[in-house]
């Protein structure tokens, strides 16, 4: 399908965003391939694994599954807006310091899905966590480490808040 180019704007990672996208043209290939912004993996390619998880105006979303004109006006965050000052995110350091990972193909969606359950819920219970969590697929670290990690991704935070 191919037809007139589409006038998209957005927010990425809080920077304004506009360029000419066709109309079956993906976000997750807007943001590897126009924006440079490969932190965001493909993988299953059907929003199936998770692994292309980003944050659509406070929502994980699946940017595979995601027509660029559908992000229209929205505000979008991805695994590059997360670190601040060079500072990393709470879920970044908790994945580094929990070894949450082995390959790390699919960390960045799991980051951003555990970011968007933070971000709704401060102190989930592990049992949420494992329930939001599952909507990803890893096929390395058996999910245990990734599990703790956003529990303590929660933690530091909190601490963080506390200072
Ligand atoms: S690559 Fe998008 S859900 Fe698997
Ligand atoms: S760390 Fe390899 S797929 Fe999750």
Redesign the pocket.
């Known amino acids: 399908m191919s037809g007139e180019l589409v006038y998209l704007t957005c927010r990425v990672n809080g920077e304004e965003v506009s360029l000419h996208v066709r109309p079956e043209e993906i976000f ?1 290939d807007v943001l590897r391939d126009r924006l440079a912004a490969t932190g965001t ?13 980003i944050i659509v105006n406070g929502n994980p979303t ?4 995601l027509f660029a004109w559908q992000a229209e006006g929205a505000d979008i965050q991805t695994i590059e807006g997360l670190a601040n000052n060079g500072n990393l995110d709470p879920v970044q350091r908790a994945f580094v310091e929990n070894s949450a990972f082995q390959c790390g193909y699919c960390t960045p ?1 799991m980051i951003m899905l555990a970011r968007a359950l933070i971000d709704r819920d401060p102190a989930p219970s592990r049992a949420d966590i494992r329930n939001w969590m599952g909507a ?2 890893c096929r390395c670290t058996g999910y245990e480490m990734i599990i703790e990690a956003v529990e303590k991704a929660a933690a530091l935070q909190q601490e963080a808040c506390n200072e």
């Open positions: 997750v993996k493909v993988a299953c390619d059907l929003g199936a694994c998770g692994a292309c998880t699946a940017s595979c599954g969606g990803n697929i």
